[in-house]
């Protein structure tokens, strides 16, 4: 990845089959923590249009996020990831505003997002929610584990949208 954090401009923008293999690296560094679901190269190229990111002045990716559709009514906020050594310089509001207002314009009613970052996302605008309110989640996460289940009860927040 490239090493200039501190001069790039700070523009959200549409991920390219160019950026999969840095979206890949940057989002599974948080995997083995639980922040985010690993994901591979190939889950990443088969998606891209549903990622966005913020890159350095030399074009690496510092941050990305993505929209993981559950249904024509429910979308979720995945893959929200900001390197750290560009951490707390607004990135990540800048990528959770871009990705909602994407949400909005495809026309979905409801974005949600699993997260430990309560903060930052009822900053954001995210009400705290609750995973019963989820079944689609819950018989996902059926397939994936156990802990990740426990985790979303107590850390899922949603943002509804006005729709037509
Ligand atoms: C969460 C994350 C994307 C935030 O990126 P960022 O660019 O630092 O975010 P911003 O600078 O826009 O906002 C930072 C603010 O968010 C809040 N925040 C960030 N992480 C938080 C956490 N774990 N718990 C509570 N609040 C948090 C804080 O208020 C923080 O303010 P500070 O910079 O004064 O400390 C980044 O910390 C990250 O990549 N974390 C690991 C992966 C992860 O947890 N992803 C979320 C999965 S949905």
């Known amino acids: 990845m490239g090493t200039d ?27 083995p923590d639980g922040l985010t679901l690993p994901r591979n190269e190939s889950f990443v190229t088969a998606h891209i249009d549903d990622y966005r990111i913020i890159r350095a002045a030399d074009g690496s990716v510092l941050g ?10 429910l979308v979720e906020l995945v893959s929200l990831a900001v390197l750290p050594k560009a951490q707390h310089r607004g990135l990540g509001k800048l990528l959770i505003d871009a990705v909602s ?11 949600f997002a699993v997260s430990l970052a309560d903060q930052l996302f009822l900053h954001m605008g995210f009400a705290q929610s609750g995973l019963e309110h989820y079944p689609e989640k819950i018989a996902r996460y059926a397939k994936i584990s156990r802990s990740e289940l426990s985790l979303s ?8 949208f006005s729709v037509e």
Request: proline share 5%.
């Open 153 to 160: 009860r107590k850390f899922l927040f949603a943002k509804r």
């Open 64 to 73: 990305c996020v993505a929209l993981d559709e559950y249904s024509p009514s």
């Open 5 to 31: 954090a501190s001069t790039a401009p700070l523009r959200v923008e549409r991920a390219t089959l160019r950026d999969v293999a840095q979206i890949s690296a940057l989002n599974n560094l948080f995997a």
């Open 101 to 111: 207002t994407l949400a909005e314009r495809r026309g979905y009613p409801e974005l």
